[in-house]
């Protein structure tokens, strides 16, 4: 038995309520844990001395102011509404005045507004000192190398130039 098991059924332990084999593993569990056995030490304790006061003997007119009282609560007159707290009514009422004064609060301080303009800094766009070509090494050897691809655009984008370069200078030789 573990500790939990043994706090759970303590009370009926006390009382005497549990079968016989829950009280034997109860009895095993008191003989091997010590927080367990100080717990039901304090507990037959307090009961014992709450067992050895004396009696309260109420004073001899007790059960007729008793009996005077209750009978004069039950021939008062009840009220129609008894105070109950508030009803739903009540309780639409506030949501409903909460909600009304949130969205003029929100209507009279502009808050979906936009707060004034956004303005970025500015961009300056320069372009690269170095042309990109097959000739820049550090290009070529930035390219993936998964992507046969991107060769290919950057012949594609040097493409005219090339051409117009090696026109003129063909042109030129043939003279």
Known sequence: MDCRSFRNKHVAFVDDFLPGEEVVSMQRHLAECERCAAHDAK?????????????V?????????LSARIESERSAPQPMFAARGPGVG????????????????AAGLNWDAPRGEIVL?????????IPPSVENEALAASVSA??????????????????????????????
Do not use: C, K
């Open 90 to 105: 009540t309780f639409l009422g506030v949501a409903v005045s909460l909600v009304t004064v949130g969205y003029l609060a």
């Open 146 to 175: 998964g992507m046969p691809v991107w060769p290919m655009v950057l012949f594609a984008e040097q493409a005219p130039l090339r051409f117009a370069q090696v026109q003129f200078t063909q042109a030129s030789w043939g003279r």
């Open 121 to 129: 800094a500015p961009v300056v766009a320069s372009a690269p000192a």
């Open 43 to 55: 507990v037959r304790r307090s009961l014992l001395l709450f067992r050895n006061l004396p009696p």
């Open 57 to 65: 003997e109420p004073s001899p007119d007790f059960y007729a102011r």
